[in-house]
């Protein structure tokens, strides 16, 4: 007998029920507008919140990648120019520092040959005054030989041998 009960109650939940199936959609319609009225709201206004606040979210994320481009093409465009320019100081530096040699080369070679020049010139009086002290030495020398062959007697001899000891003399002297 209990199993036949079992299959009463089994045959009954299977077999449909006007009644049920009424008070189950009243039921069903009920939930439903509480839940519009209570539920759906907030929940719908909760989505709609999160899907602004995602958009934002992209929207940002999209002007913060654009504005980072520009800023990458900006620091391209400046470290070309920082490029440009160094190298352009750095051809300045080595122009001026060429013009500086050139000019340090052209006095040095200037100031050389002043001293050449002054040199010379030195060179040149000192040769003058030598010549000079030479002539009036010879004139002197000469002087006292012609004053000793004077003094003596005019023979040929004599004259020789004078000349040869003012020669002597003269040779003495110098060294």
């Known amino acids: ?104 080369t052209e006095k040095a070679q200037a100031e050389a040959k002043k001293m050449i020049a002054t040199a010379k010139d030195e060179i040149e009086q000192e040769k003058r005054r030598a010549l000079d002290v030479l002539r009036n030495e010879v004139a002197d020398l000469a002087v006292k030989g012609a004053e000793k062959i004077i003094k003596t007697a005019l023979d040929a001899d004599m004259q020789k041998k004078i000349v040869d000891s003012m020669i002597q003399d003269l040779s003495t002297k110098r060294n």
Do not use: C
């Not at 009225?37 to 606040?53: D, H, M, T, V």
């Not at 352009?88 to 040699?101: H, P, V």
């Open 1 to 104: 007998m209990l199993t036949s009960g079992i299959i009463l109650l089994a045959g009954s939940l299977l077999e449909p029920n006007p009644g049920l199936i009424f008070w189950t959609a009243v039921t069903f319609v009920i939930v439903l507008l509480i839940l519009k009225k209570i539920a759906w709201g907030p929940i719908l206004n909760a989505l709609e919140e999160r899907e602004k606040g995602i958009q934002s979210s992209i929207d940002r994320a999209h002007q913060a990648k654009d504005e980072s481009e520009a800023i990458l093409r900006k620091n391209t465009e400046l470290l070309a120019k920082a490029d440009a320019e160094s190298d352009k100081i750095i051809r300045e530096g080595k122009d001026y520092a060429d013009r500086l040699r050139a000019d340090f």
